[in-house]
């Protein structure tokens, strides 16, 4: 149901998965190419590049190659900068954009440890007062948080014996991390779930679930998570 909404994460994991697959089949090239794609959909697609490059420098591929593959996955972000340049004259307008619905990067899991103090204490959070659909719509976003923190430390616990795994955990962890730190006057993760509850999840999923049961009973438990969610942002949280 998130996928099909109009936003970009769908996207970006879609090309996520692909650059993971091709960089531990050694197609070096088409990895950098998705990851540049990616850098262009969202902003955190450059922690593809980042880890394209720490990959580069694990497997011992030659400098000259890490920097020019680096420098490739990076064509993304230099080209929708250069269109923010050219349409409003501000190459980083993107960050402007955040800081007109006051998101700030802040210190990691600070937005989720305030939050949480918050509600614990029955105080106003980033200038909103704790309603009843607030609550219940922070709460989801915490939730998200920590259940990405959880997946992405078994990810990276496989990783440790599963080379083909490395990649994924690691940019899950640096997703999670991004996300994390970033928050509604820093003291907020509100949208978190947004961009969380289809990534990491799904990436444990994709890598422990094969049974055809389990999909069918993964997408029937998506829909009915997801469902109550969507009301919870749209009725709990914009109304009131």
């Known amino acids: ?3 099909l909404g109009g936003y970009s994460e769908a996207t970006f994991l879609a090309i996520a998965g692909w650059f993971c697959v091709a ?11 998705l990851a540049a794609a990616a850098s262009g959909t969202r902003p955190e697609g450059v922690l593809l590049g980042a880890v394209l490059v ?7 591929r030659g400098i000259v190659r890490t920097v020019v593959l680096g420098a490739v996955s990076a064509v993304g972000l230099a080209a929708f ?27 990691p899991f600070r937005p989720v440890v305030a939050s949480l103090r918050a509600i614990v204490l029955d105080q106003p959070l980033g200038g909103v007062e704790l309603t009843t659909g607030a609550t219940a719509t922070f709460l989801v976003d ?17 990783a440790v014996v599963r080379r083909d795994l490395r990649p994924l955990a690691a940019l899950s962890a640096l997703y999670v991390l991004v996300v994390a730190s970033n928050g509604v ?13 289809c990534a990491v999840p799904l990436f444990v999923v994709v890598e422990r679930l094969r049974s055809e049961h389990a999909w069918t009973a993964v997408v029937a438990g998506s829909v009915a998570i997801a469902v109550p969610c ?3 942002y749209n009725l709990g949280y914009w109304f009131t």
């Open 185 to 197: 006057a820093g003291v907020s993760p509100e949208a978190a779930v947004r961009v969380l509850m």
């Open 54 to 60: 720490g990959w580069l420098l694990w497997e011992r």
């Open 81 to 107: 900068s250069a269109f923010c340049w050219a349409r409003y004259g501000d190459a980083f307008a993107y960050f402007g954009a955040q800081a007109s619905w006051h998101r700030t990067h802040t210190v």
């Open 23 to 33: 960089l531990v089949c050694g197609r070096l090239l088409p990895a950098a190419l």
């Open 1 to 3: 149901m998130f996928l």
């Open 230 to 232: 969507q009301l919870l």
């Open 142 to 158: 915490d939730l998200a948080v920590l259940a990405a923190l959880v997946s992405a430390a078994f990810l990276l616990r496989w």
